[in-house]
């Protein structure tokens, strides 16, 4: 495994950091509820090391600012390293990262498009577990009927609510009961 290096950036949502190495792209992590927190994740689960950011980093950081800023980009050109990634995983990352922004599907939808509808869970658990948020954007995929469903980045539900009205789609109000459950 190539070692990562990775930065921290700001971005419209809040300070972002980025994983990278001579393949690629390793990892990218929305806020934390500190800098500290996020140099802390960025180290344990991407093992990386701070440095400034490389010239392919800050391309992928400009394209993903521009996007959380209203700016059409759709951040298919950005090189991902997926090694230890699942190949299940890939699979579902592959269809995810076709999601136009502002668009959505379901998790059915991408069971349905990796060949089976029974898939759904699994699709749900590879997504939980993207190191590539944004770029394989994970928020652009909902619970059936048009529900947010899970979203494991900080911030969670309401992350993935801001995220979709950046890129101009709007989740419908949830009632009283399922705004519990996504407290």
């Known amino acids: 495994m190539v ?3 990775y ?3 700001g971005t419209p949502v809040g300070v972002c950091g980025i994983a990278w190495n001579d393949e690629g792209i390793t990892g990218l992590r929305l806020p934390e509820s500190d800098e500290a927190a996020m140099h802390v994740h ?3 689960r991407f093992r990386a090391v701070t ?8 391309q992928a950081i400009a394209q993903i600012d521009a996007l959380l800023r209203r700016e059409p980009n759709d951040l298919a050109s950005l090189a991902l390293d997926m ?3 699942p190949e299940f995983n890939q699979r579902v990352y592959a269809v995810a ?3 136009p922004a502002g668009r959505t599907l379901t998790y059915g939808d991408i069971a349905r498009r990796l060949g089976r ?3 759904s869970r699994a699709v749900g658990q590879a997504l939980g577990r993207n190191p590539f948020a944004i770029i394989v954007p994970c928020h652009r995929v909902l619970s059936a009927h048009g529900l947010p469903g899970g979203f494991s ?3 969670g539900v309401s992350l993935k609510r801001r995220l979709l009205e950046l890129e101009g789609y709007l989740l419908p109000e949830p009632s009283p009961e399922q705004e519990r459950l996504w407290a």
């Open 3 to 5: 070692p990562s290096l």
């Open 7 to 9: 930065a921290l950036f």
């Open 42 to 44: 960025m180290r344990e």
């Open 51 to 58: 440095a400034p950011a490389s010239p392919s980093a800050l």
């Open 83 to 85: 090694t230890g990634v």
């Open 97 to 99: 990262r076709r999601i």
């Open 117 to 119: 509808v029974g898939l």
């Open 153 to 155: 980045a900080p911030g």
